[in-house]
């Protein structure tokens, strides 16, 4: 459903759509009209695009099936993190992810709860002041707390003086944006050791 979803919203313009699932009984359910809601999300794909669903045996050396494999196992046994990802903030992630990997950045080597933290920081879909004000209206102002802009990624990250402690501790020289969100892993880190020591929820 996810992945029909994600397809639907995604702004690429390729023709055909190839779904590689290895649930056979589930195939065979939408074959027998047993999914309607999954048929459903799939129909409206079709609008645009040639559908194809295609079976794969499971634990079979398809690399990419195995890694699903693999991240359900792990996302089984790890805890679960308090803070929520929203479905468009999941897509974020996953268009990251896929991208290939001489394309990627370090983050796809941090943790779970550091990726989401450094895509919200990114993307300005967080929980800052100027974001929940204007998207939600779940924040009575968009100014920080500090009184002089907006409290924005760039604002906590560069400016707010009410952090000028936690950020010259971390970033001791002067640090451009760019590179906090988009620098190196030892880089990142201590983007993510700034939100953490400022005591920030993003």
């Excluded at 919203?9 to 027998?32: H, K, R």
């Excluded at 089984?76 to 950045?105: C, G, H, W, Y």
């Amino acid at each position: 459903m996810q992945a029909a979803s994600f397809v639907q919203d995604s702004a690429d313009s390729c023709y055909q759509v190839v779904f590689l699932s290895d649930a056979l009984s589930v195939l065979q359910a939408l074959e027998n009209d047993k999914l309607p809601q999954l048929a459903k999300a799939l129909q409206m794909v079709r609008q645009t695009r040639r559908v194809v669903l295609q079976w794969i045996p499971a634990h079979c050396g398809i690399p990419g099936n195995e890694r699903a494999d693999e991240l359900a196992k792990e996302g089984a046994v790890e805890d679960q993190p308090e803070n929520s990802v929203s479905f468009s903030e999941q897509k974020t992630i996953i268009k990251a992810l896929m991208r290939p990997r001489t394309n990627r950045d370090d983050y796809h080597t941090m943790s779970r709860e550091q990726q989401v933290n450094l895509i919200r920081l990114r993307t300005g879909h967080n929980r800052l002041n100027a974001h929940m004000n204007r998207k939600f209206k779940l924040a009575p102002s968009p100014t920080c707390a500090c009184g002089q802009e907006d409290q924005t990624a760039e604002h906590i990250l560069q400016r707010c003086p009410l952090l000028d402690e936690e950020r010259k501790e971390v970033w001791p020289s002067p640090t451009p944006l760019q590179t906090k969100l988009y620098g190196s892993r030892q880089e990142l880190e201590k983007t993510t050791t700034f939100i953490t020591s400022a005591g920030l929820i993003v």
